[in-house]
Nanobody, 123 residues
Framework: VQLQASGGGLVQAGESLRLSCAAS????????MGWFRQTPGKERKFVAR????????EYDDSVKGRFTISIDNAKNTVYLQMRSLKPEDTAVYYC?????????????????WGQGTLVTVSS
């Protein structure tokens, strides 16, 4: 299984950005997909998760109302739409897959990880 994250970049505070995570090399209908983020010197933290059937959506409180996670089963791609970005959203964003469908907010619950994409929000 391979996860390829993309869509990061440099934006100003208040702007939007959409991240994509393309999954390949497996059968994903039982998977839970998650987004995490990490800043230098800190641990990777949960952002959002979704089941492959589009249900079971959860967000960290810090992004509720601003970020939207979605999935396109036909394209095997998970998206993270980020709006009203803040400087504190600056991080490397990682997508992750849990083949058993139970993953929520802990890194150890996920089996596969993408390479990360950098999001920088300037003030």
């Amino acid at each position: 299984v391979q996860l390829q994250a993309s869509g990061g970049g440099l934006v100003q505070a208040g702007e939007s950005l959409r991240l994509s995570c393309a999954a390949s090399g497996g059968t994903f209908k039982t998977y839970t997909m998650g987004w995490f983020r990490q800043t230098p010197g800190k641990e990777r933290k949960f952002v959002a998760r979704i089941n492959w059937d589009g249900r079971g959506i959860e967000y960290d409180d810090s992004v509720k109302g601003r970020f939207t996670i979605s999935i396109d089963n036909a394209k095997n791609t998970v998206y993270l739409q980020m709006r009203s970005l803040k400087p504190e959203d600056t991080a490397v964003y990682y997508c992750a897959g849990d083949r058993h469908g139970y993953g929520v907010a802990e890194m150890f619950e996920y089996d596969f990880w993408g390479q990360g994409t950098l999001v920088t929000v300037s003030s």
